[in-house]
């Protein structure tokens, strides 16, 4: 059976993007409950809550956004190392019991050494993922073992720990996980329910996910089990030209935001993700039939930022190759990011779910 196709959007602490400075507040109760009922109501699955080494508690403004709506998912962000898996196990399994089973916990290992200082986390790129293997099968033992256990790991030691509350969700919470190298693939093989990657080239993510799923059948689990889920950040007009005209508006305001910035420009990416990334953009402004690079090329591509421009109908078509490819969940935000939530409801999803619909219906007419 082929897994369901779902929608991931994402949510702030405060209105900013690429091309919006944030200002004060630092954290806006109202604003995150706005933004997280503009999803639910638009029809995405789930939302994205970041992490970041300055930012608020991600599992905290879940927990607010949780409050405010009723249906929609939460795909928090948590990086191991600064919370004992025993406390997180707990505290994502509360989260879930209180949310009525919404939870997942996206896993990010780490792309910038830099950043996890700011943490106190002085760990190299290996060690970082081999702690990340074990902090997950940490979690999982403690969301679904029913006695104590010890445990005497590499990173981890503790004796009779134990969760009390479960997750609602059986048999545990779902899992996303990250990272584009190989240590990263080869333990995603072995811990992911879901892996997550941006959005990349037809070819490039057609050869992620065969690498994907060889480590998956090489962990001795189905490769066909494992979900994957691609970002990207639609840009969409009423017409393609009208789109491609917003796209230059858009790189035009980052690079001048850039240019006026102490320090701006210059960081060489840490992450294979994002060195990915900056292969697509060498490659051209638009690759394939309309994923644009200049914004990662222009930023360091040090998050999810290629994007697909075009009208809502041309982007859906663009994402039913991907989903042709394997890809069954898409995470999109936008530069204006309250504002595309809205129109991706109104008119990206239902035209990508039609999409979609179209190609399969087209493979069992040939078949």
């Known amino acids: 059976m082929p897994h369901p196709l779902q929608f991931i959007g994402m949510i702030a602490h405060r209105a900013q993007s690429e091309i919006h400075p944030p200002q004060d507040p630092v954290v806006d109760p109202d604003y995150v409950q706005r933004f997280a009922r503009a999803h639910e109501e638009g029809g995405f699955d789930r939302i994205l809550v970041a992490w970041g080494s300055t930012s608020p508690d991600a599992l905290l403004v ?49 792309g910038s050494s830099t950043e996890q200082r700011k943490d106190g986390d002085y760990l190299d790129h290996e060690e970082r993922y081999a702690r990340s293997e074990e902090y997950v099968a940490l979690l999982k033992r403690l969301w679904t073992e029913d006695r104590p256990f010890d445990h005497d790991g590499r990173f981890y030691r503790f004796e009779q720990g134990f969760a009390e509350v479960k997750p609602r969700q059986q048999p545990h919470i779902p899992v996303f996980f990250g990272g584009s190298s190989d240590v990263a693939l080869d333990i995603a093989g072995r811990v992911a329910d879901v892996y997550a990657f941006w959005g990349e080239t037809l070819d490039q993510a057609r050869e992620t996910i065969a690498r994907v799923r060889a480590s998956v059948a090489r962990a001795g689990r189905d490769p066909k089990a494992i979900r994957f889920s691609m970002s990207f950040r639609p840009v969409l007009a009423a017409t393609e030209e009208e789109a491609w005209a917003r796209a230059d508006r858009i790189i035009a305001r980052i690079r001048a935001l850039r240019a006026e910035a102490v320090g701006s420009g210059g960081r060489k990416p840490e992450s294979i993700g994002s060195k990915r990334l900056l292969e697509a953009a060498a490659g051209g402004r638009v690759r394939d039939a309309r994923l644009w690079t200049e914004v990662a090329a222009a930023v360091g591509a040090g998050a999810n930022t290629t994007a697909l421009v075009g009208t809502a109908e041309q982007v859906a078509e663009s994402l039913a190759h991907y989903h042709a490819l394997g890809v069954d969940t898409f995470l999109i935000r936008g530069f204006d990011p309250l504002e595309d939530a809205v129109e991706y409801g109104r008119h990206l999803l239902p035209a990508t779910r039609a999409a979609i619909a179209a190609n399969g219906a087209v493979r069992v007419a040939a078949e």
């Open 62 to 110: 879940a927990s607010h956004a949780a409050a405010a709506t009723s249906r929609i998912g939460f795909m928090v962000a948590h990086r191991p190392g600064f919370v004992a898996p025993t406390l997180a196990a707990r505290q994502f399994a509360t989260f879930d019991q209180l949310s009525g089973g919404r939870a997942a916990v996206h896993i990010i290992s780490g």
